[in-house]
């Protein structure tokens, strides 16, 4: 069989590993266009900033993948031949398949303002952008970020980082309104000001003014202000970069379209990552899952189908994690921003301003915790994940609560707080459990000798 | 050593697109340099022999007051978190020329203290008031050499201190590692002279130290020492064979070589800045697990043919022996230690010594592999692969390899020094002790196994 793979990036990467270990006869090749070895996308703030150079992002030597025989093929794919089953690349080539995975990730998404196509404007999704950003960013002492995302925040970050003076316009209420709570989107909101940065919420783009040479000069604001820069980072999402699939006949939306094997509507022809849409979403989850560990998730999971496995996209309880300049955020399972019917929230936060828990429960029965975040507070996702599958009561949870406590030693935990905020409110007189209770969840975490009982590691094993 | 760019050798640190010297930074700088300059007056002239105290002072002002009017400054502005902004644009910290320069100077220094210590009379001088106070005597090379050491390790822990305060676990240990440097490496042993006893430094064991079981130098001990001196030779013995195994059982490997040894706390503090310039390869794995264990063999003979030596006296060597110590002692204590260890500092990073040269590292790590309950626990699936705790691990250990496939980290060479779980930016990483079951972690993305990488024997 002859696997070819559209993108080097963790999804593509993660199925090529995954098929090569299981099937050492399968002849494999990547394709991409954006770098000659697969680097962590998630890193490129840190190249910019100069925590890490490019080569430190790699998270595999270079000898790797000729050892591991994961040809490498550094060129666009410009178009998908589905019927004679080849594709066209930018070099002239042709490469035929007998099985093709599309992992080609995401691209910046624009919205149409006047402006966005001049010198000094830019979005940043990959290592083209980063070089973009350090030419245009070099000369310049104050500049605009637009969006307020994920990608947004390291932007300011990044610039900051530089010295450049920010202004952040941010079109929602409160940080990531759309996703997060107001309390932790205002501790966010803290963190950015407090970091020197000129925060504008509920303000968004009206277009980008243009010098003489082609290259920004301002912007105006929905406000009417004019804010004077020569550098317009547009962070306002990312959308499938999937261009190249036009005409191949391979069924798209807004990604390519999936069922839950990851099979597009074409023999053959797979989808998987940033890129791909699934027709019927998994409950509580978004078609389209533009995240790390998906992409991670999704391309180990298909590589079982490849290799004459066929499995079922089944993911594990959600999760995620962010840094928010100095705060690191972790979510397990759902929280809402807005609280639905029928649920309820505990929400603690430290004196500091720096640091909170909050749990999601449902409010009837055995008030099952629905989901946790966890903000300048590490903790442990496999308990979690158990807690959550295992649909643990509220006062359960509470009571071991330090057992999921994940911070470095000597640090203050506020899992104590966190309980007396539950029984201040409810009346109830929950006791924490003593430290012991962590050696027990040790033991059930997912190691050698307990595997098959664990709903965590069931949904892991295949990766 | 491919990893870090030189692109930017040539740039002063004032061009570093991610740092500004300000103005306060600046007097720092300047001040240290004075600093400097007269460190220099004192070597080429007797300035010091005329008037030590106000050379000590106008010296401890310089030295010590300018970098920590820097660092004070290069923090103030901001918050508690990493922020290893401009490490790999900076020519100090990057192999850029400040970098080398450093490295040269270093390595002189080292040079000029073992083999032209005549040198280095001018700046003797300089501490004799110090000496004098402490232990009663003139001061001598030896005693330069520690106050300097012990002075890098507190002003530069004040550093680390100040760096990495939004963990308690690093302040705290930084805290210990400047207490026994200061005390048990220094004060003590100073101490001790002053009190005709035998210098001993409570802090170092067989094999580090490797004569604290020779028994040349046991029934010297015992000699000068009397009572005091049966129960420093008892110490000895006792820490090595009890006292170690059952801390590194408890705790790793840490408690010694980042909370205690003084190599070890210069590395954590002066060394910090250059931690990330280890080699990473797997190449460098090999050369480390072959020369630490050859480094521990020879000294586990050379331990055990002096005995014989001595029971049979001198059926070995004859009279001989003697040289056969010092020759260790020249290679491996003196050059491999300071002058490749510290020396070498600003181009192969903090731990070359602990790393590939450390006999005590050897033993520890093999405990610490086999029979300890320390690991470094991985979060599920939370890595991202950044490469942040890889690129800022002193050991040179690939932590990202072990995290990106949700095993835990267990490598004999592992110090604890925690960097990897403070830099991590997804809270990924914790150091424990727990239960010895399951310690490994079950790798929940196990794709192609080690494939690449070799298995770690010791
Ligand atoms: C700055 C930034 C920070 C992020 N931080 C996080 C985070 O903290 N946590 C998290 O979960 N997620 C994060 N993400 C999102 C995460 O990086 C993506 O979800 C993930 O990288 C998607 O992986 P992928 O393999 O599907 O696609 P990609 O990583 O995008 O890889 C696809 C590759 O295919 C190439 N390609 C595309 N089309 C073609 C073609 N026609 N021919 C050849 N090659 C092609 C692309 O150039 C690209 O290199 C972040 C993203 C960015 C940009
Ligand atoms: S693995 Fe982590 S704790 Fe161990 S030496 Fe490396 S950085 Fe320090
Ligand atoms: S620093 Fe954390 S997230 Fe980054 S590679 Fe290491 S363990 Fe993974």
Known sequence: MHLAIIGNGITGVTCARLVRKRDPDARITIVSDESDHFYSRTALMYIYMGHMTEAHTKPYADGFWEENRIDLVRDRVERIDTASKQLHLQSGKTMGYDALLIASGSTSTFFGWPGQDLGGVQGLYGLPDLA???????????????????????????????????????????????????????????????????????????????????????????????????????????????????????????????????????????????????????????????????????????????TGEPREYRPSVFYNSAKYFDIEYQTYGRIDPELPVGEQTLYWEHPDGNRSI?????????????????????????????????????????????????????????????????????????????????????????????????RLVDSFAHL | MPDIPTYNAQIALAENPAHDTSSVQMVGLIVFALGLLG??????????????????????VGVVGGPLLYIWDSYRST???????????????????????????????????????????????????????????????????????????????????????????????????????????????????LFNQPEFYFSYFWPLKYDYLWPGNISYIIESGAGLGVFMVFWGAMMTSIATPILTYFFGKRWYCSWVCGCGGLAETAGDPYRHLSDKSLGSWKIERWL????????????????????????????SSQMFSQWYGFGIGLVFSG?????????????????????????LGFQQRFFSRFRITTNGGQCISCGNCSTYCEMGIDVRWYAQRGQNIIRSSCVGCGICSAVCPRGVLNLENGPREGRFGTPHLNLIADLEVLEDPA
């Not at chain 1, 699934?278 to 078609?287: G, M, S, V």
């Not at chain 1, 979690?384 to 609560?401: C, M, P, R, T």
């Not at chain 2, 460190?39 to 401890?60: E, H, T």
């Open chain 1, 132 to 306: 973009e950003m350090e030419r245009w960013t070099s000369d310049v002492e104050q500049a605009v970020v637009v969006g307020g995302g994920l990608i947004g925040v390291e932007m300011a970050e990044m610039l900051r980082a530089r010295g450049i003076h920010v202004t952040f316009l941010v079109r929602e209420p409160t940080y990531m309104s759309y996703l997060i709570p107001a309390e932790e989107g205002r501790m966010i909101e803290r963190q950015i000001t407090g970091h020197g940065i000129d925060l504008r919420m509920e303000t968004e783009l009206k277009e980008i003014l243009p010098d003489d040479s082609g290259r920004a000069r301002a912007v105006v604001t929905s406000d009417g202000e004019e804010i004077p820069t020569r550098f317009v980072g547009l962070t306002t999402g990312v959308n499938p970069s999937i261009g190249f699939v036009e005409g191949s006949g391979i069924e798209t939306s807004r990604g390519v379209l999936i069922d839950r094997y990851f099979r597009t509507n074409v023999p053959d022809v797979y989808a998987a990552g940033d890129c791909a849409e699934f027709r019927e979403p998994l409950p509580d989850r978004k078609p389209i899952e533009q995240l790390w560990y998906t992409g991670r998730e999704h391309g180990a999971t298909l590589a079982y189908t490849l």
């Open chain 1, 358 to 454: 909050r749990l999601q429960y449902s409010a009837e029965g055995e008030k099952a915790v629905v989901g946790a975040n966890l903000m300048g507070v590490r903790h442990r996702h496999a308990v979690w994940a158990d807690w959550i599958s295992q649909k643990q009561g509220i006062e359960y949870v509470l009571s071991n609560l330090s057992a999921a406590n994940f911070d470095p030693e000597f640090s203050d935990q506020g899992e104590p707080a966190v309980i007396a905020v539950y029984n201040a409110a409810n009346g109830t007189s929950i006791q924490p459990r003593a430290r012991k209770g962590w050696k027990r969840w040790m033991a059930k975490l997912p190691m050698r000798g307990n595997l098959e009982e664990r």
């Open chain 2, 39 to 60: 460190v220099v007056v004192a070597l080429f002239s007797d300035l010091g022999a005329q008037q030590p105290i106000l050379m000590l002072v106008l010296l401890a």
């Open chain 2, 79 to 193: 918050g508690a978190g990493i922020h290893n902004n401009g490490v790999m644009f900076s020519s100090n910290q990057a192999r850029g020329l400040i970098g080398w320069v450093a490295g040269i100077v270093l390595t002189g220094g080292y040079i000029l203290l073992y083999w032209f210590p005549t040198t280095l009379e001018g700046l003797v001088r300089v501490v004799d008031p110090l000496a004098y106070t402490l232990r009663g005597t003139a001061a001598d090379r030896w005693f330069l050499y520690g106050t300097i050491y012990t002075i890098a390790v507190l002003v530069m822990g004040v550093r680390a201190i100040v760096k990495y305060r939004h963990s308690r676990y690093q302040i705290i240990r930084t805290c210990s590692v400047m207490f026994f440097q200061l005390g048990f490496a220094f004060l003590i042993p100073q101490l001790l002279l």
């Open chain 2, 292 to 319: 630490v264990h050859s480094v521990l063999l020879f000294v586990i003979v050379t331990t055990a043919l002096l005995w014989i030596n001595s029971a049979t006296e001198g059926g070995v060597f004859g009279g």
């Open chain 2, 339 to 363: 002058v490749v260890g510290v020396g070498f500092y600003p181009v192969m990073g903090s731990r070359v010594w602990c790393r590939f040269g450390c006999p005590m590292a050897a033993v």
